[in-house]
């Protein structure tokens, strides 16, 4: 199992060269996380992370398939607010060769948009109703192709390059459900992906209205009844789980344009405080 190149990120070699790895981490009294930032410090700032669109049902396929489409059929000319420099399309047979078959086909449905500072890959799931997109934040180059150093350390780096490319995903996010005339705020693009598009946009139509009045009319007595309510209005999105840790950053968002206008609500202090929100 074990051969000079790693073919697949799931594969056994990887696993156990990162194993290796951090047993010469740990003799040197260092983690692997200590060593990203390390590369983060010396190679400039790298972050990347992964989104789907949740749709339901056979519709669900249909939308998806929809989205992919129209990329092909209309080129957006900008994603997330940055210009589209360069499109990679992996059905291109003039750079990849020619389509064997549906299969090779299905796999090959990716599309890459390359921006400045940003790489975004689109590609539907061939087994469910749903569009992953990658987000890659990539350092800008200087001149002579050398890459510009980031001006942070540490901790304080890794959390400045994750708030960069998690930003863009939610842009990008926002764009692509615009290709089915969709539409999602803040507060649904922050809700987990596991949530399908439909109840993120109920929980934005229906039970954030129904919150804001709750707290504005002094509806709930205490914390324990606005917390067990929520549970109730939301309960269908996580079945057999508690869905409150699902809107934690959804109700972090909220607490936060809130709290100038409803200042004299002293449950929603403690709802903040409950989940630890901090104005950064």
Not at 26 to 43: K, N, S, V
Not at 93 to 107: H, I, N, R, V, Y
Not at 121 to 139: A, D, H
Request: proline content about 5%; hydrophobic content about 40%.
């Amino acid at each position: 199992m074990l051969t000079p190149a790693i073919r697949d990120k799931d594969a056994a070699p990887a696993c156990m060269f990162l194993a290796a790895l951090y047993q010469k981490l740990r003799q040197e009294g260092r983690t692997l996380l200590d060593y990203y930032i390390e590369i983060l410090e010396r190679l400039g700032g790298y972050a990347d992370t992964g989104r789907s669109i949740v749709m339901t049902g056979a519709e669900g396929g249909i939308q998806r398939d929809r989205i992919v489409a129209s990329l092909r059929a209309t080129l957006p000319k900008t994603l997330g607010g940055r210009a589209v420099r360069k499109v990679v399309d992996y059905w291109n047979e003039d750079l990849f060769g020619k389509l064997q078959s549906s299969t090779d086909q299905l796999s090959r449905n990716v599309l890459q948009f390359f921006l400045d500072g940003f790489i975004v890959t689109v590609r539907p799931s061939g087994t469910e109703p749903k569009l992953k997109f990658y987000c890659q934040l990539v350092p800008p180059e200087e001149p002579h192709g050398q890459t510009a150093g980031p001006a942070l350390h540490g901790m304080e780096l890794l959390r400045h390059l994750t708030r960069q490319v998690e930003t863009k995903a939610r842009a990008v996010y926002q764009e692509l459900l615009a290709r089915l005339d969709l539409h999602l705020g803040e507060a649904g693009l922050l809700l987990p992906d596991l949530i399908d598009v439909a109840r993120k946009q109920e929980f934005e139509r229906s039970t954030v209205p129904q919150l804001r009045d709750a707290l504005v009319r002094g509806r709930f007595k205490s914390l324990d009844e606005l917390l067990d309510w929520l549970r109730g209005e939301v309960g269908g999105m996580t079945p057999g789980a508690d869905p409150l840790p699902a809107l934690r950053a959804s109700l972090a968002h909220l607490c936060l344009e809130w709290e100038t206008e409803l200042v004299s609500m002293p449950l929603l202090a403690e709802l903040a405080a409950w989940w630890g929100f901090r104005r950064s």
